[in-house]
């Protein structure tokens, strides 16, 4: 049998996971609490459903041990920002990373922080 397709968030999913990555396991009240300081209008029954969702989609982990379930991201930032990368190549740039970077460099980078590719990519040219 073939594995499941790892799910790929939504953009509020996103948001959320951006939370739980920031401030670890999480209530869903303690969710909400940091969520609403970037979006004031969110309710609380919004952010546990939404957290719900997200469990029964895998995006999730959640600890029923308590009486309030925590909430933990099930895949670290890193690894599903790799993973959405690398679809987002495959889907766009037929699979070429250097297509990716190089559409993100013209589009999406500022000066300063191409200032800051550069020496990072200066300091890798010594080593092995």
Excluded at 9 to 24: F, H, I, K, N, S
Excluded at 66 to 74: M, N
Aim: glycine share 8%; hydrophobic share 40%.
């Amino acid at each position: 049998m073939d594995a499941p397709t790892p799910t790929r968030p939504t953009a509020a999913e996103l948001d959320l996971l951006r939370v739980l990555w920031r401030q670890g396991p999480s209530t869903a009240r303690q969710t909400h609490a940091a969520l609403s300081r970037e979006r004031p209008g969110v309710s609380e029954a919004n952010v546990l459903r939404q957290l719900q969702l997200m469990h029964a989609k895998g995006l999730l982990t959640r600890d029923a041990g308590a009486r309030a379930h925590v909430y933990t991201a099930a895949e670290p930032a890193e690894r599903l920002q790799g993973r959405l990368l690398g679809d987002l190549a495959t889907r766009l740039f037929a699979g070429s990373g250097k297509a990716l970077i190089l559409a993100a460099l013209r589009t999406q980078v500022s000066a300063s922080e191409r200032e800051e590719i550069v020496r990072f990519l200066n300091q890798g040219e010594g080593r092995a």
